[in-house]
């Protein structure tokens, strides 16, 4: 790796400290270099907070240096004014000569306009350095702007000879199958704060009555989404609990849920519903779900191709028969071992396309 590209790499690295609290806006590092050495670094810590190119230059304690240094930014600075003025201006101000960029921001509001504004004013703009790391880092992001829909993605265990639960009918004939071990259900969980939504199907619920929190890692617990056309979810569920906010998507005009944390949103079960599903969860600020549903709700996601990325776990363990796994194709992307199970990471084909 050159030394340019040592700075924009270091540039991502910083940006990966805001996983899981800047959305909806994207994860974002900056550097500032002066003379081969690092003067000024910062990333975008949480929404609403200051842009990783305000705190990089914040951070230098010789401004006057600034008027002979390098930003390297992850992604193009902002050129309009939302929770906070627009980068590019301060970085205008400040008399910044060049600025290194590894992608354009996809957002309408930005979308080249930060490149042409600074260009415009003097500054030596390079696009590029790193862009297929950049995207893949905010491919949440990249997916939202771009699609307009929250990124999804699908999680299940399934055991050795293909199956992800015994057959039956109630959480009071049977309770569930025990398919990940103690650290693959760990790592779900911290997987869980990294999202904003978390779905299930109906049948889920009432067999499995799931609390659907990050009880077992540190961080936010993410909304919890379930599908209840029918009313048929019991009211004294752990997913009414107030643990955290649960959407409800139903055909009930008057659902008997009445809670402030729980909000039931209606649709037309006769047409798209996952289509209706995924717009719904966008418009209420979603960006990313994370859809841990039974069998029928993942191959309906599956079938759609309305899927991102995918963690599928397989266990040593075998149970015989039961209620078989979903199949997928996609790019696989890795393969990690976990104890007794090895999880696949997989990747849409679809996706990839523009990252």
Not at 122 to 130: L, Y
Request: glycine share 6%; hydrophobic share 35%; net charge neutral.
């Amino acid at each position: 790796m050159n030394v340019p590209a040592t700075y924009m790499n270091r540039c991502l690295q910083l940006a990966q400290k805001g996983e899981g609290f800047t959305s909806p806006n994207p994860m974002v590092g900056a550097v500032i270099v002066h003379n081969d050495r690092i003067i000024g670094e910062g990333y975008h810590r949480h929404y609403g907070a200051p842009h990783a190119e305000v705190n990089a230059i914040l951070s230098v304690k010789d401004e006057s240096l600034l008027t002979e240094s390098t930003m390297y930014v992850s992604l193009e600075p902002c050129s309009h004014y939302g929770k906070t003025p627009p980068c590019a201006d301060l970085i205008i101000q400040k008399k910044i000569p060049r600025v290194v960029i590894a992608t354009p921001d996809p957002n309408p509001l930005v979308s080249g306009n930060g490149i042409l504004k600074m260009k415009q004013a003097g500054i030596d703009v390079t696009v590029g350095m790193m862009e297929k790391e950049a995207k893949e880092q905010n491919r949440v992001f990249f997916t939202n702007q771009l699609c307009n829909r929250p990124y999804i993605i699908l999680k299940w265990a399934q055991s050795k000879d293909g199956f992800i639960d015994h057959q039956r009918a109630s959480l009071l004939e049977n309770a569930p199958a025990k398919i990940s071990n103690e650290l693959t259900h760990t790592i779900v969980h911290k997987f869980r704060t990294r999202v904003q939504g978390i779905m299930v199907g109906t049948n889920t619920v009432i067999m499995d009555n799931p609390r659907l929190t990050a009880r077992h890692w540190f961080g936010n617990n993410p909304t919890r989404i379930v599908i209840d056309r029918k009313r048929k979810i019991p009211t004294s569920s752990f997913i009414f609990d107030d643990e955290s906010p649960t959407i409800v998507f139903t055909e009930s005009a008057d659902y008997p849920v009445k809670k402030e944390n729980v909000k039931p949103i209606y649709i037309d079960f006769t047409n798209d519903v996952n289509e209706q599903i995924m717009n719904a969860l966008y418009a209420e600020g979603i960006c990313s779900v994370l859809i841990e549903g039974g069998e029928r709700l993942l191959n309906s996601f599956i079938n759609s191709h309305l899927w991102d990325e995918a963690f599928v776990e397989i266990s040593s363990k075998k149970l015989g028969n039961g209620v078989l796994s979903p199949k997928i194709c996609g790019d696989e992307i890795e393969i990690n071992k976990y104890l007794s199970s090895i999880q696949l990471h997989l990747k849409n084909k679809i996706t990839r396309k523009f990252l």
